[in-house]
């Protein structure tokens, strides 16, 4: 059983392919672990194993984990939120149709904070999601049942979603690969939106090449998402093994005050080991990027506040209230959302009211057109931009959730490369104090295979264990 | 900073109904998390275009053809007062 366990999910691709491995042993393996979750990672398991797997397709039949704000035909899909606590959609999301469609059965949907709105999956209407790197904290947000499930290996790879850096965040705080694709590489469809201008979905696998196999089989454009876009060339497999005439910035506006120590230890580490790869890094200044978290709690909120006016008790979900049509949209909404989903639709309702759109929505708007362009001046310079993922390794289970704006802080580092819509990797640097610290590679848009590449040997360089969470 | 009476003309638009609690709580929230907005004020932003969305694409069509979507039923099934084949809801009032 636990050499199951131990084979990355590309690994057990080949392995069934070769006849060594069924997938139905596979799916019931992770099945159980997953109906055992004492994390709090998953919301649904399925019951039982997909009716036939076909070990030539691509993926074999190596079971996927699922952010539950993707809509899955009949299966329960709540976004974390009371308000949609009993709903099954009549449709199916493009990326999960996609994966299915290339063998990744679905294994289980996993919480998050609600609608997304979250940087430690405390704000999931159904309970918090601990860390198995150390259960008193939290696994990062707001994909972080996706990444606790990988992490703990009770799912092989998983995919969530990144307004800010919900893939790239949890990914970094359990020790994880996490990738957030271009704006517009993979469908949006069925994705229940928070910001759709900056919303993606992506891989949390174990390794690089995992999440190059899953985002193979993710990308391309849909008729069902006006935004998406055709993938320019094959997503291939990873394979370089050094980084010769690469160069790596290091903006100092986002690497200089607020790391914890032992982040900066592994991030000068990281530095050190492209340096010893033949890679090259210099400092680049992007002198817009420190804005990017003050622009991006006013977009996302702004885009929030008029993508959630559905939930209004009208056509699906919960319904209170019994007076008159007024009172049912005010009283649905106060019984079915959480605190952090009323603050952000506050926050961007107010931004967008009359008398301060100029000021906040109008400004901020101003501020993601220099973050574009000092990404576009660094791409001139340089093959990536690097930092770490997070500021911090991850913290208590509590102790941010009195202070709304110390936990819009975790997200600082993350949220300019998404309000530049370009490609952003978190892979696991190293420990500080026995907790996993994630490094974060950026690069121009449609730039995913050059980044996957030079991931891959710097993956191999760090050579990162993560078994002890698996144990 | 927020007044709280704003806060209530803003939880209004917002369709949300808040306890005086929650008005109070948000109040001061909602004023921290603006503080640290307005830093933006510091940049200087004359005559930068506004940046809505990043891939430059626009006017995406298609054919105006007729094609299957959700039936009517399908369409009702998790509305939570289906009637006379659409959504139910209590009057506007007066």
Redesign the interface.
Known sequence: MSELLDLSAVQAVAAIGAGDVSAPELFDLYRARAADDELGAFLWVAEDAPPRADPQAPLAGVPLAVKDLFCVEDVPTTSGSRILED?????TATAVERLSTAGAPMLGKTNMDEFAMGSSNENSAFGPVRNPWALDRVPGGSSGGSAAAVAAGLAPWAIGTDTGGSIRQPAALCGLVGLKPT??AVSRYGMIAFAS?LDQCGPLTRDVTDAALLFRHMVGQD?CD??S?EYPEPVASPSAERLDGLRFGVPPELTGEGLEAGVRAVFEQTLARIEELGGAVDEVSMP?TA?G???Y??LAPAEA?ANL?RF????????AG??????????T??VG?G?EV??R???G??AL?SGYYDA?Y?????????I?EDFRAAFDAFDFVITPTSPTVAFKLGERTAD??AM?LSDFLAVPMS???IPAISIPGGLADGLPVGIQVAGP?FSENRLLDASFALERAIAFDGTAARA | MIERTEVLHVARLARLRLSDAEVERMTGELSTILGHIERMDELDLDGVEPTSHVVALENVLRADVPRPSLTRERSLAAAPDPAAGGFGVPSPGA
Request: net charge positive; hydrophobic share 30%; proline share 6%.
């Open positions: 709903y099954r959609p009549p449709y704006y517009g201008s008729p006006s935004t876009l817009n804005s978290l003050s622009a709690y006013v506040s006016a209004d008790g009208v056509r699906y979900g919960l319904r019994n007076g008159d049509l007024l009172s049912l949209y005010e009283e909404r106060a959302f605190d009323k603050r639709i506050m926050l309702t107010y009211s906040y109008g400004r901020a708007q101003r501020v993601r057109t220099r574009v709304p704006l819009y309000l530049a819509g848009a």
